[in-house]
């Protein structure tokens, strides 16, 4: 994409935020756009928010399993930031109108200490970056009206609604993080 389209884009997507309109998703408006181009929009966005005021509060991974990835039809995983507003506490009451299409999934939050960057960047970095892990779930949510494909996704911050951090903070030397298993019940059902 041109970088006015590119710009055109982002004005609309921070518009549907900020007015709580949905628009028509990037992949169909710009069938040709790539994954740089819509992380190109990302950051276009990501300055706007900052210009009103917002703090970047963390950096998400999304897609990462593969259900995730057949539905949005990627093959690779998608990155966000993450905004002062998006954080919710522990037990509070969200209203569903606050929200376009609100997914919930469980995951693990990890707050880290230290800077992390580059392209060599491996799991012992990670462990000596992190100060300690919590239990979350992020509220998935597209300023998109259909169902967000890769594009979409990265473009909408992959598709990032609202973070509810869990107390109970784990220092990494304590747990076994591929052994942490999570539970999502609704109305006494178990959904995941």
């Known amino acids: ?23 028509a998703n990037l992949s169909d408006t710009h069938p040709d756009a790539d994954a740089v181009d819509a992380y ?9 928010r900052l210009a009103d005021g917002r ?7 999304g897609l990462t399993s593969k259900a995730m990835r057949e539905m949005s039809q990627a093959d690779e995983p998608d990155f966000g930031t993450l905004f002062d507003h ?3 506490p522990e037990g ?3 209203a569903a109108d606050s929200l376009f299409r609100p997914l919930v999934e469980i ?6 200490n230290d800077h992390l960057g580059g392209p060599a960047v491996n799991a012992a970095d990670v462990i000596r970056a992190t100060d300690f892990v919590l239990p979350a779930i992020e509220i998935v949510d597209s300023r998109f009206v259909d169902h967000p494909m890769l594009v979409d996704s990265i473009a909408d911050v992959a598709s990032c609604g609202l973070i509810v951090l869990g107390g109970n903070p784990r220092r990494l030397d304590d747990i076994d993080v ?3 298993g999570g ?6 059902e178990i959904e995941e």
């Not at 190109?40 to 706007?48: L, R």
């Open 92 to 94: 509070s009451t969200i």
């Open 178 to 180: 591929r052994r942490i």
């Open 86 to 88: 998006w954080f919710v």
């Open 107 to 112: 995951e693990i939050a990890f707050v880290m």
């Open 183 to 188: 539970t999502l019940v609704k109305n006494g």
């Open 55 to 61: 703090r970047i509060k963390g950096h998400k991974v």
């Open 40 to 48: 190109e929009i990302a950051t276009k966005v990501s300055a706007m």
């Open 1 to 23: 994409l041109s970088e006015i389209q590119r710009t055109e884009v982002a004005t609309a997507l921070y518009g549907a935020e900020v007015g709580r309109v949905q628009i």
